[in-house]
Each structure stands twice: as C-alpha cells, then as structure tokens.
C-alpha cells in the first residue's frame, strides 16, 4: 500500500491523505485549507475509487465536489444534512456527489479496502475515524478530528479502552498539540459559565457560536432552563437542530 498526504502533515486544516494499492485508491477527506498561503490541491486529478469523509467541517470535506459525481461518497447521513444546511441559506444548489451513509462500527467495502468507522467526540455532532485494512498492506488508523471533553467524551474513552487491533499505522489530529487546555477544560465548564454570566446580567445576553456546534447550544439551552431565561435562535440554528432528529430526539429542537 502507498500512502501520499497532500496535505495536513504540515498545517493544520484542509486535511487530505490518499490510500492506493495497484487496484483501488481512497480518500481520506479533501478539505478546504485554513490557510490562504497553503499550497493548492487539484483533486479532480487524483484518480480515485471513493472518498471517506470523516466529519462536516470545511476543512475537511470543502474540495469534495471538485471530484466527478461518479466518484462515491462515504459520510455520516447526520453529516450530510449539515454539509447541506447552509446551501439553502446562501442560495447555493445541493451538492450532486455519490453518496453513500456510512454507520459506527459498520465495516465497508472498497476493492482492497476494509473501513471501520469509528464515532468520536468533536464539536460536530457526527465524526468518525476510520480504521482502514488493506489485503495488501499494513492496517491504518486515521483519528479525523477528535476529542476528549465535550459531551459525547465517552467514545473517545471507549476508544482508548477498546481500539481497534494490530495498527500498523496511525493519522493522529494534532490540533491542540502545542495549545494549552485553556479556562475550561470541558463542555460542562463552558455550560457553568454561561449559568454565571446569565445570573449576573439583568438584560439580554448574547451567545456568538457556531450553529452546528450542538454541544454549544446544548449548554446555552441548558444554561437557560438553569436560571429561567428564554433562549432564543435564529432560523438556520433552528433548521441545524431539525437536522439533528435523524439522530436524537432529545436535542434541543424548535417545539422545544
């Protein structure tokens, strides 16, 4: 098996590494890069069987559809919905690629390759690693982005105590490599935060925040049950919380 990183070995962000035996060549994401000094990726000319993509940040999957629609697709169906949320917003059309929903611990079928997604904390409600096996090579891990401390900090304890076996070869995120924990060390340090701020102000608080940050505004909903406030949203945090039926029927939503 070769392995080529075209990028995310040096930067963090526009994460794309590239999986090829002499029959079938995968995709892990094919993000947009944070940086606008970063080198230019033409993926349209990598002649791939599929692309995985492991969560719904840009960064992660924003050159996807500079691949051809044939190409298929491998997400979360979550996932999906929140690539496809804002298109709507901003008067775009859908996204026309092949695509195909992927489920934890599923494996899928690729030529010569095996993937077993792993669901893992991160502040999109729906991440994966993959674990990838190869019939002619070493065995792969690829963490996508991953945390330790929001809500669903379990799975990634789940995942220390159980990993998957005989890693060849581990993709590690290093996002926070070199940055310190910082005030709040978990999602509910922030939630108690915001109890704080909200008992001390007598007039409207303001909470600036991505709308796909679910455990955000799991921790505002709650911070303001928590000390009789009224939450209240816009109309896409609302449509990102429909989005979030597919998966939960105990997320804030909109009837709430």
Known sequence: MQVT???GSKEIGGTCIQLSTENTTILLDAGLPLSESSAYLDISKIKADALLISHPHQDHYGLMEELPTSIPVYVGELAKGLIEAPRPFLKKPLPKNNFRYIHPK???EIGDFRVTPY???HSTPEAYAFFIECKQGPRVFYSGDLRAHGRKGFLFENLI???PQN???MFLEGTMMRR???EFKTEDDVEKAIVDVLKQQQNISFLISSSQNI???ISASNACRRTGKVLVIDFYTAWILEQMKKVSDRVTAMEW
């Open 5 to 7: 990183i075209h990028r």
């Open 106 to 108: 599923e494996p899928v």
């Open 215 to 217: 455990d955000r505004i």
């Open 180 to 182: 310190g924990l910082g």
């Open 119 to 121: 669901l893992v904390d």
């Open 161 to 163: 105590k159980n990993p």
């Open 167 to 169: 890693i060849d070869a």
